[in-house]
């Protein structure tokens, strides 16, 4: 299991380092983000080899040197490899859990490497790193022969093979032996029974010599008994071969269909939960939403009729100022009834009313800014509303249509990566055939 990675100028990372607990990590970002680029680090480290070509083109641009180290446990012992790009050459290291070396060059380390983890690079490109969008391609590819030889290895079939390889040896050593003892095989059972029919001619015609004849006839017919015996067998051991061939096809394509259904399944399932998962969020606050609209329209229309009933103060001020404009007193003396010493309704002292009409334009733009920032809130909350209503769209349009639902699908997502999980744990097992049959 692969503990951690660290990269250092290396392609689009300067300097990042990735710890990896037990279970599936998932990589996920933007084109460009770097994740294929983790990937090449983790071979650059094991093998020394990407698929970026040269050295000079996986170094980070702007630097003249990079580096990448991988650590890594297998069967309980830890290991760490490092792989550096210098300006004059590119060490190369394999080190156990106390730093020291075991392998030192990258062709020792790629050897140590397979040995430990028991595969190669190009095994490894095959088992382990597929290119997004690559899967169907390296099953369908010319390359096929090589990721059948790689399941045979991983799944146990390819003994299936080797059984039925041994047994063709083992039929053309029991010739051999026939051939070396008795001078004669299955093969030469006609040849034998014109030797016998011979004889026969010979016993017929040379009495002198009949009773040797017949004794070698007898010889004969026995060896003959013998290898049609042995032939019955043979060709019984080449229907179980036959069989055994047919059961590793199947076996095969049933691998090949699991591997392509169960990452389609997986992924359509997975986008299709987590947009219900965020439509449900969303529409779960549609009833507040509505409340809290329904609160600012009345809010709005509150200031607005406060507006009006000031504009309406407002108007009734100015026919004030514009009597008390006409009222002029002089020396305390009123123009109209000549009283002296009157005392005037502040409603209609020029004071009084600036004063008010100063008042009510303050009130008035303090509600308007009121009235302009409920409006604000009012475009808010309406753009909210458009948004669940197309929450409640797509929740109309997706197979999900509650949250009982969503459970379900969750579960059967769950399931479905436990699936893939215990295929990748049996195909990790160094004796699969059994397990692997059972799975499926």
Known sequence: MITSVKLDNFLSHRDTELTFDNGVTVFIGGNGAGKSSIIDAMTFALFGETTRGKNEEIIRDG????????????????YQ???????????????????????????KVSEEIKKIIGLDYETLGIASIVPQGELSGIIQSSNGRKLRDLIDKVIGTGKYSAAGNELSEGITAFRDYLRE??????????????????????????????????????????????????????????EKIMHLSDKESDVWKTVKREISSLATNNQEHSEIIQRCEESF??????????????????????????IAELDQKLHTYEDHREIAGKI??????????????????????????????????SEKTNLRNESSNTQNQIDEIVSKIKEIEYAENTI???????????????NNLKLNQNRN???????????????????M
């Open 63 to 78: 630097e003249n040197q990079a580096a990448t180290q991988i650590y890594f446990e297998v069967n309980g012992k830890k």
């Open 81 to 107: 490899a490092v792989k550096k790009i210098l300006k004059n050459n590119s060490p190369h290291q394999l080190l156990d859990s106390n730093s020291s070396p075991i392998a030192i060059g990258t062709g």
């Open 181 to 238: 003892k008795y001078d004669n095989t299955d093969q030469d059972v006609d040849k034998i029974q014109q030797e016998i029919n011979d004889a026969e001619q010979i016993i017929s015609e040379s009495k002198p010599q009949k009773e040797k004849l017949e004794k070698i006839a007898e010889s004969f017919k026995e060896k003959i008994k013998k290898l049609q015996e042995k032939k019955e067998e043979l060709s019984v051991n080449y």
């Open 281 to 306: 969020s969303v529409i779960k606050e549609k009833s507040k939403t509505e409340d809290v609209l329904n609160s600012k329209n009345h809010k709005k229309k509150d200031v607005e009729q406060k």
């Open 328 to 361: 002029q007193f002089s020396d305390g003396e009123c123009p109209i009834c000549h009283t002296k010493d009157v005392t005037v309704d502040p409603e209609y002292q020029m004071e009084h009313i600036n004063q008010e009409l100063k008042k009510i334009e």
């Open 396 to 410: 109309k349009n997706s197979p999900i249509k509650n949250n009982e639902q969503l459970g379900d699908w969750k």
């Open 421 to 439: 999980n215990e295929l990748e744990k049996i195909i990790e097992s160094s004796d699969l055939s059994p397990k692997l049959v059972e799975f």
